[in-house]
């Protein structure tokens, strides 16, 4: 299994852009790179997937080394509603396939 | 489009009470999970089914704990008995083949057991 290591948490504010990197030093060549948030009584909601250098969409980024050993999510601006617990997932090589979940990053905004 | 519909969103039994958790998936959507969420031990994959078959059923933690899906549009997960440790939020999530693992998640049952 291709696990993944984040931190276990992270501070920020309001406005500022916040980079939460995700290690996964044992990706396969054709796992693609999934970012999930999750909300206090809610189940996870897909971010961003990518595969290789950079993907943008109207809530995050994700950048990709060529080498596809980490990954970095970058939230621009967050507010309070930011605050959540970010999972980062990668398959496990085995083409279409189950989802591992690690611990997350909980990230809390503050005012 | 209604998402992934779980029910019921509370339960509150007895131990060694039968459990019923239901989940109706995303229509067109050919994989459906079942997850299990405590603090202790985080978002843990029960089983999962393509095309209404269970393809891989190796998180289910004992033989107390069984799933179906009878058809695209239904599944369960039944404990029996049940018993306090499984006290959890369980989430069912679906997705179609050629998402490559943007999957879609309901909001979950929370399961208390007493």
């Known amino acids: 299994l291709a696990k993944t290591t984040q931190p276990i948490s992270m501070d920020s504010y309001e406005g500022q852009e916040v980079n939460i990197t995700c290690s996964h030093n044992n990706i396969a060549t054709n796992d693609y790179i999934t970012w999930y948030q999750q909300f206090p009584s809610q189940g996870p909601r897909f971010i961003i997937q990518g595969y290789k250098t950079k993907v943008t969409n109207e809530v995050a980024s994700l950048f990709i080394p060529a080498d596809r050993k980490s990954s970095t999510l970058s939230l621009p601006r967050v507010s309070l509603s930011d605050t959540a617990v970010y999972y980062c997932?990668?398959?496990?090589?085995?083409?279409?396939?189950?989802?591992?979940f690690g611990a997350g990053t909980r990230l809390a905004v503050h005012p | 489009d209604a998402g992934v519909i779980q029910s019921p969103r509370h339960e509150v039994t007895e131990m060694g009470q039968e459990v019923t958790l239901r989940c109706k998936p995303i229509?067109?959507?050919?994989?459906l999970f079942w997850y299990r969420q405590t603090m202790m031990r985080g978002l843990e994959l029960l089983i999962y089914f393509n095309n209404n078959v269970p393809i891989d059923d190796s998180g289910m933690p004992e033989d107390r704990f069984s799933a179906k899906m009878p058809n695209a549009s239904f599944s369960t997960l039944k404990i029996q008995p049940s018993e306090p440790r499984d006290s959890a939020v369980y989430f069912c999530a679906s997705s179609p083949t050629d998402s490559y693992y943007g999957y879609t998640f309901g909001s979950g049952t929370r399961l208390t057991v007493v």
């Open positions: 997932l990668v398959g496990d090589g085995g083409g279409y396939n189950k989802l591992i």
């Open positions: 229509s067109g959507h050919d994989y």
